[in-house]
C-alpha cells in the first residue's frame, strides 16, 4: 500500500492535483508548433520521471510562448517533484495570471506554499480551489491534510468527508482521516475507517499499528497490542521483531546495586516516577539492569541535567566518565497533566535512550568518519538517523512486550504515540520528510557535523577551512545558543591567522552574547596583548580568572 497521504508529509496530497497533467490542457490543441512540441517533449520526460529534462523544455516553450499556461502549469510540477517549492509556487503564480479561474492551480500553489511553511497562504489557495471546483476532490483532501498540519482536526475530518463523498473508494483518504479522528480522540470512528481499509491491505503493518494504537487509546489494551505486535512482525527488519526485555547478560553485585542507585537518583530527581515504580517491580528491574551494563556493555550513570537539544538524550562515555542519561523533568513541564501521564512521559524517554545508548559504538564510528570528512553532512545526519530508528522500533518492542502487559494489570491509561506506534514509514521515506534545518533530525545531528569538521581542521591547524565554515555556521539561522561560541572560534581563527582587528570584532561579540565566557576574556586578553594594550589584557585576563573561580566553585559537591 502506498504511504497514506496525511501520514508523509514528504508526499504531499495536493501532487494529485497534477496527476492528469498530461490529460488536461487549459487552451484547446494547436496546429504544432516550436512551443507546443518542447511542451510534448516535457510531458515525455515527466512520464519518464526525468524532471530536470522536463523543466528544460518547458522552459523553452515558455522561452518561445510566454503566454503558453500550460508549460508554466507543467514546469511548476516538476520543480515540485524535485523539492523547488518556491520556484513551483512562483510557476503557478504566472499560471494564475493567465488563468485566474484554474482550481487546479491554486491548489498545486497551496501546497507549494504549505512545504514552505506558509500555511496561511497555503490555507487561501485551497480555499479557492475548492470554490472554484467543488468537486475537485483531491482540493478537499489537501485541504484537510494542511488544516490537519495546522492543528485542527476537526476541521480535517470535515474535508476528508466531503473528499470521501466525491469519491467514496479512495483508500487513502479513510486513513488520513482515520489519523485526524484518532487526534481528536474518536477511536471508535478511527477503527472503523482502519477496518475498511485492512479488508483490502490486511498486511499492511502502518493500518495494522494504525489501528493498534487507536484500540490501546480506546483502553482495548489486549486487543491492541495483537495488532501492534502484528504490524512489528510484518515491517521489514523491524528491530522489535525478536525484542527480548532482558540480554541475558551476567552482571555482577556491584553493577547492579550501581544500576539501582542511578534509578533511585533519578526518581529522586524526577518525582512523577515514584507513584508507580515498585522496588523490584518488572519495569524497576529492567531499568537497573539497563544501567548496571546491559545497556552499553558497562555501566552508565543518570544525570539530572536537562537535556540540551531533546525531550531526552544520551551522553556517550568518554575517558574517565561514564555515559549518562538525561530525561527531560516533565513534573514541571506538565502541572495540568494526570500523574499516569508524567510518569509515562517520564518513563517513555528514559526507555528510549536507554536503547539508544547501546548504539555508541556506531555513533562514535560515524563521528570519526565525519571529522575525517569521510561522509558529507547529509550522510551523517541520514545514518544517525537510522541508527535512532533502531532504537525507535526497539522501544516500540519493549511497549508491546513489556509495558503494555504492566499497563494492563495495573489498570493505567497510556499513550502509544509516546512509543512510536503511530510511526511506521520505512527510514528513506521518512528521511526524505525531513527538510528544516532547523528541526530534527538536522537539529541537532546537522550542527554536530559542524563542529566535527571545525575541530579537525582546528587540530590540523588548517585555520581557513576552519574559518570559512564557522562563518558558514554564523550565518545559519536556527543555532542562537551556539552563537557565543561560533564567534569565540571565529576569533581563534583570526587570531591564528594575524587578522588581530578581526579576532578583536569576534571576541567582543562572543563576550556581548555572553558575559560569563571566561574563554572568550582569555581570547580578548591574547589580542589586546598582541596590539600592546597591556592594561586592558590585565583586565580581561582577571575577568577570566574571576569567572573560572566561579565556575569551580559550582561544581564543588552540595
Not at 523553452?60 to 503558453?68: C, D, H, R, W, Y
Not at 463523498?165 to 482521516?177: E, F, G, H, Q, T
Not at 551523517?380 to 522501544?395: D, L, M, P, S
Request: proline share 6%; glycine share 6%.
Amino acid at each position: 500500500m502506498k504511504t497514506p497521504l496525511l501520514i508523509s508529509a514528504s508526499v504531499f496530497a495536493a501532487r494529485g492535483c497534477a496527476a492528469s497533467i498530461i490529460l488536461l490542457a487549459l487552451i484547446a490543441p494547436a496546429p504544432a508548433n516550436p512551443a507546443r512540441v518542447a511542451y510534448d517533449r516535457g510531458n515525455e520526460s515527466i512520464a519518464e520521471g526525468d524532471y530536470p529534462a522536463a523543466i528544460r523544455h518547458f522552459s523553452m516553450a515558455i522561452q518561445l510562448n510566454p503566454g503558453m499556461a500550460d508549460a508554466w502549469f507543467s514546469r511548476s510540477w516538476a520543480h515540485g517533484q524535485m523539492g523547488n517549492f518556491a520556484q513551483e509556487a512562483a510557476d503557478l503564480a504566472r499560471c494564475i495570471e493567465l488563468t485566474p479561474d484554474y482550481a487546479e492551480a491554486y491548489c498545486n500553489r497551496g501546497a507549494a506554499y504549505a512545504r514552505m511553511g506558509r500555511l496561511d497562504a497555503a490555507l487561501e489557495d485551497l480555499d479557492r480551489a475548492v470554490a472554484l471546483d467543488p468537486s475537485l476532490t483531491v482540493a478537499w483532501v489537501t485541504r484537510g491534510w494542511l488544516r490537519f498540519q495546522r492543528g485542527e482536526p476537526r476541521e480535517a475530518v470535515a474535508d476528508y468527508t466531503r473528499a470521501l463523498k466525491l469519491d467514496p473508494n479512495d483508500i487513502n483518504v479513510y486513513v488520513s482521516r482515520a489519523t485526524s479522528l484518532h487526534a481528536l480522540g474518536e477511536h471508535g470512528r478511527a477503527i472503523a475507517d482502519l477496518d475498511r481499509v485492512l479488508k483490502v491491505y490486511p498486511e499492511d503493518p502502518e493500518l495494522l499499528g494504525m489501528r493498534g494504537a487507536a484500540k490501546v487509546a480506546l483502553g482495548q489494551i489486549n486487543e491492541g497490542a495483537a495488532d501492534l505486535a502484528a504490524a512489528i512482525e510484518r515491517n521489514p527488519h523491524d528491530a522489535g521483531a525478536n525484542y527480548h526485555s532482558s540480554k541475558r547478560v551476567d552482571l555482577s553485585p556491584e553493577s547492579l546495586k550501581h544500576g539501582e542507585q542511578q534509578l533511585r537518583a533519578m526518581i529522586r530527581d524526577r518525582p512523577g516516577l515514584e507513584p508507580f515504580l515498585d522496588p523490584g517491580g518488572a519495569l524497576w528491574r529492567w531499568a537497573v539492569r539497563r544501567f548496571a551494563g546491559e545497556a552499553l556493555g558497562e555501566p552508565i550513570d543518570w544525570d539530572p541535567a536537562p537535556p540540551l537539544d531533546s525531550e531526552a538524550e544520551h551522553v556517550a562515555p568518554m575517558p574517565g566518565r561514564r555515559g549518562r542519561i538525561r530525561v527531560k523533568p516533565y513534573d514541571d513541564a506538565l502541572p495540568a497533566a494526570d500523574a499516569d501521564a508524567i510518569f509515562e512521559a517520564l518513563w517513555s524517554h528514559l526507555v528510549f535512550e536507554l536503547h539508544n545508548i547501546g548504539l555508541v559504538p556506531r555513533f562514535e564510528a560515524l563521528r570519526q568518519q565525519a571529522a575525517a570528512g569521510n561522509v558529507s553532512k547529509r550522510q551523517f545526519v541520514e545514518r544517525i538517523f537510522r541508527y535512532e530508528q533502531e532504537a525507535v522500533q526497539q522501544t516500540r518492542g519493549y511497549y508491546v512486550k513489556v509495558y503494555l502487559p504492566w499497563v494492563a494489570e495495573k489498570g493505567l491509561k497510556t499513550d502509544p504515540n509516546l512509543w512510536f506506534a503511530d510511526w511506521w514509514l520505512d527510514v528513506e521515506t521518512a528521511f526524505r520528510g525531513f527538510t528544516d534545518p532547523r528541526e530534527y533530525p538536522w537539529t541537532p545531528y546537522g550542527r554536530q557535523y559542524d563542529w566535527l569538521r571545525t575541530h579537525a581542521h582546528l587540530e590540523a591547524e588548517e585555520y581557513p577551512e576552519a574559518l570559512e565554515l564557522l562563518q558558514a555556521m554564523l550565518a545559519e539561522e536556527g543555532y542562537p545558543a551556539a552563537v557565543g561560541r561560533v564567534q569565540f572560534w571565529i576569533g581563534e581563527c583570526h587570531l591564528e591567522l594575524g587578522n588581530l582587528a578581526a579576532a578583536l570584532r569576534a571576541a567582543d561579540a562572543a563576550i556581548d552574547f555572553d558575559p560569563d565566557d571566561a574563554d572568550a576574556y582569555e581570547l580578548r586578553a591574547e589580542v589586546y596583548e598582541k596590539l600592546g594594550d597591556a592594561n586592558k589584557a590585565a583586565a580581561d585576563r582577571a575577568r577570566a580568572s574571576q569567572l573560572d573561580e566561579s565556575a569551580n566553585e559550582d561544581d564543588l559537591p552540595r
